[in-house]
């Protein structure tokens, strides 16, 4: 496709996710074959443990997390992405859960929160770090607006560690989601299919999990745990935010 997110993060993020916002939700659970929700599920557990009042959702997109942590908990919830158009359908997808008044969306950039330290009791991201030009930064910047002891949780795509199960996941990333890209979401779903899979193994060749486990400890998350998923075709990570 000729460019990354390496090239201008954000700019390359509102490119690609603009115009996919009306059949975003359906089509992640093609790119990750029908596993998308129960990711999501393992996720939203590890951030709601501890009852929290105030919950952070980076990268919300159409707001799907955001939904499920107010629905699996009281709290109140910022669903916090980049890009309008995504925000718009969130908007939408949380006023016909009857969620409006416990669901705040915000546009912005993950790099620059616009809130106060300590701001929130848990935060969640999902597909976050493979579109930000600087992943430990942007944990930093993450772990800033959580309290001392609150919890943290996170959602990413992973290229599978067994050699049969990689190569399985090469001849579908490569092969098999342009066409289901374009068989149900057209060429801007096309282009997605074809981006994903060479995005995700260059990711992990620049930043292995053990890479991104020791990135949220010099962020300043304890507890790190990481769990593979789906035959290491999903990763939700956790932990929580030192000094509480």
């Known amino acids: 496709m000729g460019r990354g997110p390496s090239e201008n993060a954000n700019s390359f993020a509102i490119e690609l996710f603009s115009p996919l916002a009306s059949r975003y939700d359906l089509l992640c659970e093609v790119l990750s074959m029908g596993q998308n929700r129960r990711w999501r599920r393992c996720m939203v557990g590890h951030a709601i443990g501890e009852v929290p ?17 107010a629905q699996r908990s009281a709290a109140r919830v910022v669903a916090y992405d980049l890009t309008l158009t995504m925000l718009q359908r969130g908007s939408l997808r949380v006023e016909r859960a009857g969620l409006g008044g416990r669901i705040d969306l915000t546009q912005g950039r993950a790099e620059q929160l616009p809130f106060a330290d300590a701001s929130f009791d848990a935060l969640t991201f999902t597909y976050l770090l493979r579109y930000v030009d600087d992943p430990l930064s942007t944990l930093k910047e993450l ?11 996170s959602l ?89």
Request: charged share 20%; proline share 7%.
């Open 143 to 153: 772990a800033r607006v959580v309290r001392p002891g609150g919890l943290v949780s």
């Open 53 to 69: 009042e105030r919950v952070l959702d980076v990268a919300s997109g159409t707001a799907g997390v955001a939904i499920q942590l």
């Open 156 to 244: 990413e795509f992973l290229a599978p560690p067994n050699p049969l199960w990689r190569a399985a996941w090469w001849c579908y990333t490569r092969l098999v989601l342009p066409v289901a890209g374009w068989a149900t979401g057209g060429k801007e779903w096309w282009r997605v299919g074809r981006f994903l899979g060479p995005n995700i193994a260059a990711h992990y060749r620049r930043y292995p999990v053990a890479w991104t486990e020791a990135a949220w400890r010099d962020a300043g998350f304890v507890d790190v745990g990481v769990r593979p998923m789906s035959l290491g075709g999903g990763l939700v990570m956790w932990g929580r935010k030192s000094g509480g």
